[in-house]
C-alpha cells in the first residue's frame, strides 16, 4: 500500500483519514475565503483549548473528546474521553456533503473525528487540516522552541485567530459541573 502524502510530504499515520482529504492550515483558509458560505472550518479542540489557545475566527468549535482530570501514572498524560454526543451535535449543524475543514492542535484528533463522521454519519468532504492550530514540534535542541509547537500550524503561518467568545460558534455537551465563583472581589 502507498503511504498517503500531500504535497509530496508523507502524512503522519496518526493523521491518515478514511477519506484520503488533507490541506495544511494555510491551504485551509484560502479554501475558505473561496467559499465562507460553502465551507466550515470545524474546531474539534477541547473547550479549554479553544478558549485559552485561542481559534479560527471562522471556526465553529465542536469537541470530540475531553481530558479527564485524573492523572493516568502508568502512561504519564491525562486520558481522553470521546464525547457520546460529537456525531449527534456534528449531524445538528452539518448534513454529510457539506464541506468541513477539521482542525486540532496538530491534525491527530482531527483524523479521528473525521474517521468517525465518515464511518458513522457518512460524511464525505471533510478535510484533515494536517497542521493543526498548534503545528508540528520544533526539533532543534539548539532553539528556545525546542520540543514546542511552534512549526507550521493556524498560528504560526500568520492566518487570523482570536480569543474571543461567540457562544453561537460554540456547540458544547451538557454539563453537571458548576460555574467557578470568584474568590473575592480583587480576583
Avoid at 6 to 13: A, E, Q, S, V
Avoid at 120 to 142: C, K, Q, S
Amino acid at each position: 500500500m502507498t503511504e498517503p502524502t500531500h504535497n509530496g510530504r508523507p502524512i503522519i499515520k496518526e493523521r491518515v483519514t478514511s477519506l484520503g482529504l488533507y490541506c495544511t492550515a494555510k491551504e485551509a483558509y484560502d479554501m475558505w475565503q473561496a467559499d465562507p458560505e460553502g465551507v466550515t472550518v470545524l474546531d474539534v479542540r477541547t473547550p479549554e483549548e479553544w478558549v485559552f489557545t485561542g481559534h479560527a475566527p471562522m471556526a465553529v468549535l465542536i469537541p470530540f473528546a475531553f481530558l479527564a482530570y485524573q492523572w493516568d501514572d502508568e502512561k504519564k498524560a491525562f486520558p481522553w474521553s470521546l464525547s457520546p454526543d460529537f456525531v449527534p451535535q456534528v449531524l445538528a449543524r452539518f448534513k454529510p456533503d457539506d464541506t468541513l475543514l477539521v482542525t486540532c492542535r496538530s491534525g491527530g484528533r482531527a483524523a479521528m473525528a473525521i474517521n468517525m463522521l465518515a464511518k458513522a454519519a457518512g460524511f464525505t468532504r471533510a478535510y484533515n487540516i494536517l497542521d493543526g492550530m498548534e503545528g508540528d514540534r520544533v526539533h532543534d535542541p539548539d532553539s528556545v522552541f525546542d520540543g514546542m509547537r511552534r512549526r507550521n500550524g493556524w498560528q504560526m503561518s500568520g492566518l487570523p485567530w482570536t480569543y474571543a467568545l461567540d457562544p453561537a460558534t460554540m456547540t458544547l455537551p451538557a454539563s453537571e459541573a458548576t460555574n467557578l465563583q470568584h474568590g473575592n472581589d480583587a480576583d
